[in-house]
Nanobody, 126 residues
Framework: QAQLVESGGGLVQPGASLKLSCAAS????????MAWFRQAPGKAREFVAA????????VYADSVKDRFTISRDNSKNMGFLQMTSLKPDDTAIYYC???????????????????WGQGTQVTVSS
């Protein structure tokens, strides 16, 4: 059974950096698009970044572009989200997601992803 497990969240000050990891098991990550979504308290879950397998495209939400970097290590079946210049607005639970059928038009849609992790909390506060 496929499973995604996030790690690396925590409490950091504004301006700090943090790297999230997503360990995949039960699926071969290089065949899947991988994405990060986040959900802040009282808000809907939103797209953050994605790495498509079909065309190797990297896609970012405007709010994190130039600050966050998505990457993957297919040899370790792992994905990552490097976050820099963190802001209080980045506070949320961050979820890793994967799906084998992602195309350009579905990249930002959470309902397109079949596999989800349990989430890791990121809190940015002074």
């Amino acid at each position: 059974q496929a499973q995604l497990v996030e790690s690396g969240g925590g409490l950091v000050q504004p301006g700090a950096s943090l790297k999230l990891s997503c360990a995949a098991s039960g699926l071969t990550l290089r065949r899947y698009a991988m994405a990060w979504f986040r959900q802040a308290p009282g808000k809907a879950r939103e797209f953050v970044a994605a790495s498509r397998s079909r065309d190797s495209a990297l896609v970012y939400a405007d709010s994190v572009k130039d600050r966050f970097t998505i990457s993957r290590d297919n040899s370790k079946n792992m994905g990552f989200l490097q976050m820099t210049s963190l802001k209080p607005d980045d506070t949320a639970i961050y979820y890793c997601a994967a799906d084998s059928g992602i195309i350009a038009s579905s990249t930002r849609r959470e309902e397109a992803y079949d596999y989800w992790g349990q989430g890791t909390q990121v809190t940015v506060s002074s």
